[in-house]
């Protein structure tokens, strides 16, 4: 069984920044893809970012493009998203996703396994 668990979130003023962790259990981790997404309130949920198995490529929504970045660590079984810049725009719920297959993707219905999520509140 596939469990991922994030933490990390809170409140941060607009400029500043905050690192999600996304711990990952079961037999998910080094050669699976993983990713990022988030889910404002009155949205769809949307993808943040990106990270192919063993962190052989990456790939950022042009909304947080220079100003976020994912990075897993295999030896810990975690991927982070690192924020910098924050703005209103990025208040959301941030999900971790795992996908059964290396490859990364944009499509949140390629992937099988979800965490809980955390919330990310920027004040203005």
């Known amino acids: 069984q596939v469990q991922l668990v994030e933490s990390g979130g809170g409140l941060v003023q607009a400029g500043g920044s905050l690192r999600v962790s996304c711990a990952a259990s079961?037999?998910?981790?080094?050669?699976?893809?993983m990713g990022w997404f988030r889910q404002a309130p009155g949205k769809e949920r949307e993808f943040v970012a990106s990270?192919?198995?063993?962190?052989?490529?990456?790939d950022y929504a042009d909304s947080v493009k220079g100003r976020f970045t994912i990075s897993r660590d295999n030896a810990k079984n975690t991927v982070y998203l690192q924020m910098h810049s924050l703005n209103a725009e990025d208040t959301a719920v941030y999900y971790c996703?795992?996908?059964?297959?290396?490859?990364?993707?944009?499509?949140?219905?390629?992937?099988?396994?979800w965490g809980q999520g955390t919330q990310v509140t920027v004040s203005s």
């Open positions: 996703a795992g996908r059964r297959y290396g490859l990364r993707s944009r499509v949140r219905t390629e992937y099988d396994y």
């Open positions: 079961g037999r998910i981790f080094s050669d699976n893809a």
């Open positions: 990270i192919s198995g063993y962190g052989a490529g990456t």
